[in-house]
């Protein structure tokens, strides 16, 4: 019973609104922030020449070892397909 009230009083901090300005301006730059991720549809956002270079740079890094080639997306999580191995059946006397 004891944990449930401390989880209220927690909650009930959470819950409150910014007071603090400087809170109010890390939360505004964070929903900045979330609405020019959005625009960019999945890319960096706003990056430099320099950053997409470097991105361009690793990527080639990571396909050189280990092993993507051309037209391979590098950012995507790798699908494996497993089978079941052929067991011979077991001969009962």
């Known amino acids: 019973m004891r944990k449930s009230g401390r989880n209220l009083g927690f909650t009930a901090i959470v819950g409150q609104k910014a007071t603090d ?8 730059a964070i929903r ?10 999945g890319k960096l956002v706003e990056p430099t020449p320099e950053t997409e270079r470097e991105l ?9 070892i280990f092993g993507g080639g051309e037209g391979v997306d590098m950012t995507k999580f790798p699908s494996f397909k497993f089978q079941d191995p052929q067991i011979d059946p077991i001969n009962q006397a």
């Open 21 to 28: 300005p400087i809170q109010n301006l890390f939360v505004q």
């Open 32 to 41: 900045e922030y979330d609405q020019k991720s959005k625009a960019a549809g």
């Open 56 to 64: 361009k740079s690793e990527l080639d890094r990571v396909a050189k």
